[in-house]
């Protein structure tokens, strides 16, 4: 499943998003192995020919399912990474909102992504930071990379892509997320006032 946007987001925007979504209590926790995701928003961009500088997913944690965050910043496809994994159950079956704010940029010391989960800041502490050439700001609640990749996401105006994409292994797996209303905006205030109640659930 997709839901893709118009080409809206240039080189130099400063953007903030909303994204509600509710995992299921009857999503499995059978992901294929700790690390293992199933990815339910990016911001991308043509030609697309690595994985999305940014994405919001859910993750497996040993025996449980837990909301995750990553970006590219190899340009290469399959070049995910996993900065923040989150330590409570994703399939609790209850909505949650995610913010991020981003700054779109090719430079890896103006590329930066905040993210804020049902109002409160999220730390990077995922298994592949801390931080490197590419990545500063592990340990923090902002991270600074290359947010638009030269030659796999720049080639014209980025989208916002609700999707429900998941890794093909185990193949006898399924998936399924509820998502609420997405906005863009130029502030936290103005994407956070669109969440007015969540919706009313499957």
Known sequence: MDWISPKIIAAGADEYFSIPILVPTSQ????????????FDEQFGDPTSGSPSN?????????IVVFCAGGNTSGASGGGQIYYMGSTPANDGRW????EHIVFSTNPSVGELEIWKD??????NGPDCPDTSNVTGCGTTTL??????????TGSNNWVQLDNYRNDSPAGYTSTFFHGAPAMGSSYESVRDTIVGYPSGP
Do not use: E, K, W
Request: net charge negative; aromatic share 10%; proline share 5%.
């Open 28 to 39: 499995t926790s059978n992901l294929g192995g700790n690390g293992r995701f199933v990815q």
């Open 55 to 63: 994405a919001l997913d859910i993750c497996q944690q040993g025996a």
């Open 144 to 153: 600074h990379y290359a947010t638009l990749i030269p030659g796999a996401t």
């Open 119 to 124: 109002g409160n800041p999220v730390t990077f």
């Open 96 to 99: 949650h909102d995610f913010i």
